[in-house]
């Protein structure tokens, strides 16, 4: 069996691993890399394999970075299988098609632009249309159901506990009369993640592909986070702003609606401010996702099901509210009263949360709070990193609102949890491929998986190919190696961050200039610069 790595790799977004055995050719997962503009590129890149000879597409779960390139190798030819659990199904048909419209959408303002500079138009990435066609090659399943595909290979799907209907794939492969197991994790969830159930656990594995998207990271358990998102929400209401969400339209956004609801008992007075305050679902998707919820309950914990018998509807409360049109959505930001405002996307990239983050990024009296990952590059990320400025439909916005990010809402585990959920294999994997993660955090992973369990560990490049057997022998395919117009991107990507940077420390200067600067300081900065400047000549030449 040969796996080779095509996303996710040495970064956040973009899950894609292609695998190939003796007669069969499949994709675990199909994602959207997310983030700096490099990663758009990538997105457009040709797949490295005939799509036609492709047999199945195995997916984790709906999130666009795993889902999001399905249209994409839909119009290249693909014509397998698409084989997901029912809710993961559910929401990819809400979730692709929204996507068509955003790359439509944005395909047009870049026509537009390079119209103006006199070049010739572009096609978007794919279209709602295009969105739309694919959902004909998906393939509901069954948690916990092994599945024969062929001769070749068995799959289970388990519950991942990240969002609904996301999976951990169990896989047995069979060539030349020697099984091979492989797990594939996706997104584990976070312990306690409200609404769904805890991860599953898995028994035994040859190999393991592993996320470590906070794999050197520990959410702060210590504070009570409905206690410390009401806090903020109340402060925010008593100065008289606005409280902006950015929230994934499926997961996070029906867990903060629950979270509220459970606790309207325990924090009764805390909960008079935001029930009087008007809470707005401001998202299509994230209103027909709220339905997919609805209709999935099998995958509700004991807690949440109980809610429900009980009578109890866990996804409303008083005051809350969902916008659907772009009139009403428009109609928020001239509202002179606080309101709470939940809109997608999570990362910011795109979506209504940007016209929010227009209206509010500038006031001191708004506080903007991330419940989930953001990955580098991101707007989101950007926030939370403390940027001073930020561009947002050609204009450039000052950061003068409160940023925060509760952690405890995240859908993926932490350090603790990926290394505990690995604890309970009973047959260790032979070796532990880490992908899903930033370096940093995938370095600090292995050496706590190396440290903890003795096992071996593979953090792979993009584009690199490992062959699996059963006698844990791993041969690097020396051939495959990432082209070098990723290289190129690469070296876009330096620039782009070189760009921010220099943006910053303009801001920082103007903001300075009412400050005593000693001539030495000045002329050391000039100097800096001059050099910066020489090289950038000389890198043009």
């Given at each position: 069996m040969k796996i080779t790595f095509l996303g996710a790799a040495k970064t956040v977004t973009g899950s894609c691993f292609f695998v190939e055995t003796a007669s069969t050719k499949f994709l675990v997962d199909c994602g959207m890399f997310q983030g700096y503009s490099k990663n758009n590129a990538l997105n457009e890149e040709e797949f490295p394999f005939n799509v036609e000879e492709l047999d199945y597409i195995f997916l984790t779960h709906a999130h666009i970075d795993h889902s999001g390139r399905i249209p994409r190798i839909y119009i290249k030819g693909f014509r397998g299988q698409i084989i997901a659990t029912k809710a993961t199904v559910e929401l990819c048909a809400?979730?692709?098609?929204?996507?068509?419209?955003?790359?439509?959408?944005?395909?047009?303002?870049?026509?537009?632009?390079?119209?103006?500079?006199?070049?010739?138009?572009?096609?978007?990435?794919?279209?709602?249309?295009?969105?739309?066609?694919?959902?004909?090659?998906?393939?509901?399943?069954?948690?916990?159901?092994?599945?024969?595909?062929?001769?070749?290979?068995?799959?289970?799907?388990?519950?991942?506990?990240?969002?609904?209907?996301?999976?951990?794939?169990?896989?047995?492969?069979?060539?030349?009369?020697?099984?091979?197991?492989?797990?594939?994790?996706?997104?584990?969830g976070n312990k306690d993640i409200p609404i769904l159930r805890d991860p599953s656990i898995i028994e035994s594995a040859d190999y393991?592909?592993?996320?470590?998207?906070?794999?050197?990271?520990?959410?702060?358990?210590?504070?009570?986070?409905?206690?410390?998102?009401?806090?903020?929400?109340?402060?925010?209401?008593?100065?008289?702003?606005?409280?902006?969400?950015?929230?994934?339209?499926?997961?996070?956004?029906?867990?903060?609606?629950?979270?509220?609801?459970?606790?309207k008992e325990v924090y009764d007075e805390k909960l008079k401010m935001l029930f009087a305050t008007p809470v707005y679902i401001d998202s299509p998707m994230a209103i027909?996702?709220?339905?997919?919820?609805?209709?999935?309950?099998?995958?509700?914990?004991?807690?949440?099901?109980?809610?429900?018998?009980?009578?109890?509807?866990?996804?409303?409360?008083?005051?809350?509210?969902?916008?659907?049109?772009?009139?009403?959505?428009?109609?928020?930001?001239?509202?002179?009263?606080?309101?709470?405002?939940?809109?997608?996307?999570?990362?910011?990239e795109a979506g209504r949360i940007r016209h929010h983050l227009k209206h509010n990024l500038w006031r001191k009296d708004s506080t903007i709070i991330f419940v989930g990952y953001q990955a580098e590059g991101t707007l989101g990320r950007r926030l939370l990193d403390g940027a001073k400025k930020v561009r947002l439909f050609g204009e450039e916005i000052s950061v003068e609102a409160r940023i925060e990010m509760i952690e405890g809402f995240s859908g993926h585990a932490d350090k603790e949890g990926l290394l505990k959920w690995?604890?309970?294999?009973?047959?260790?994997?032979?070796?532990?491929?880490?992908?899903?993660?930033?370096?940093?955090?995938?370095?600090?992973?292995?050496?706590?998986?190396?440290?903890?369990?003795?096992?071996?560990?593979?953090?792979?490049?993009?584009?690199?190919?490992?062959?699996?057997?059963?006698?844990?022998?791993i041969a690097i395919d020396e051939k495959v190696r990432p082209d070098n117009s990723f290289r190129i991107l690469q070296v876009?990507?330096?620039?782009?961050?070189?760009?921010?940077?220099?943006?910053?420390?303009?801001?920082?200067?103007?903001?300075?200039?009412?400050?005593?600067?000693?001539?030495?300081?000045?002329?050391?900065?000039?100097?800096?610069?001059?050099?910066?400047?020489?090289?950038?000549?000389?890198?043009?030449?």
């Amino acid at each position: 069996m040969k796996i080779t790595f095509l996303g996710a790799a040495k970064t956040v977004t973009g899950s894609c691993f292609f695998v190939e055995t003796a007669s069969t050719k499949f994709l675990v997962d199909c994602g959207m890399f997310q983030g700096y503009s490099k990663n758009n590129a990538l997105n457009e890149e040709e797949f490295p394999f005939n799509v036609e000879e492709l047999d199945y597409i195995f997916l984790t779960h709906a999130h666009i970075d795993h889902s999001g390139r399905i249209p994409r190798i839909y119009i290249k030819g693909f014509r397998g299988q698409i084989i997901a659990t029912k809710a993961t199904v559910e929401l990819c048909a809400i979730m692709l098609p929204d996507s068509g419209h955003i790359q439509e959408y944005e395909n047009e303002w870049t026509n537009r632009k390079r119209l103006r500079a006199g070049k010739p138009p572009v096609e978007p990435l794919y279209t709602y249309q295009d969105a739309v066609n694919c959902l004909e090659l998906f393939r509901k399943v069954s948690y916990d159901e092994v599945i024969k595909i062929n001769d070749e290979i068995r799959v289970r799907f388990r519950d991942a506990g990240h969002i609904l209907g996301s999976a951990i794939i169990e896989m047995w492969i069979n060539e030349r009369g020697e099984e091979i197991k492989i797990v594939f994790s996706g997104d584990l969830g976070n312990k306690d993640i409200p609404i769904l159930r805890d991860p599953s656990i898995i028994e035994s594995a040859d190999y393991l592909v592993i996320e470590s998207t906070y794999g050197n990271r520990l959410h702060n358990e210590r504070v009570d986070k409905a206690e410390y998102f009401l806090n903020l929400i109340n402060s925010t209401i008593e100065k008289g702003g606005n409280v902006i969400i950015p929230s994934f339209a499926a997961g996070r956004t029906q867990e903060l609606i629950y979270e509220l609801n459970k606790k309207k008992e325990v924090y009764d007075e805390k909960l008079k401010m935001l029930f009087a305050t008007p809470v707005y679902i401001d998202s299509p998707m994230a209103i027909s996702a709220t339905e997919v919820f609805r209709n999935n309950l099998d995958c509700y914990d004991e807690e949440a099901r109980e809610y429900i018998e009980n009578g109890d509807n866990p996804l409303d409360f008083p005051g809350l509210q969902f916008t659907r049109t772009a009139e009403e959505s428009k109609a928020l930001n001239e509202r002179k009263e606080s309101s709470i405002i939940i809109a997608a996307s999570g990362m910011c990239e795109a979506g209504r949360i940007r016209h929010h983050l227009k209206h509010n990024l500038w006031r001191k009296d708004s506080t903007i709070i991330f419940v989930g990952y953001q990955a580098e590059g991101t707007l989101g990320r950007r926030l939370l990193d403390g940027a001073k400025k930020v561009r947002l439909f050609g204009e450039e916005i000052s950061v003068e609102a409160r940023i925060e990010m509760i952690e405890g809402f995240s859908g993926h585990a932490d350090k603790e949890g990926l290394l505990k959920w690995i604890e309970r294999f009973n047959r260790k994997p032979k070796k532990i491929f880490i992908v899903h993660g930033e370096e940093d955090a995938m370095i600090e992973f292995s050496e706590e998986i190396n440290r903890r369990f003795n096992i071996e560990t593979v953090i792979p490049s993009r584009g690199e190919s490992f062959i699996l057997n059963a006698h844990n022998v791993i041969a690097i395919d020396e051939k495959v190696r990432p082209d070098n117009s990723f290289r190129i991107l690469q070296v876009v990507e330096k620039l782009e961050n070189i760009k921010e940077e220099v943006e910053e420390l303009s801001y920082i200067l103007k903001s300075d200039l009412k400050q005593d600067k000693t001539d030495l300081e000045l002329d050391e900065l000039m100097a800096k610069l001059k050099n910066i400047e020489k090289s950038i000549l000389e890198a043009l030449k």
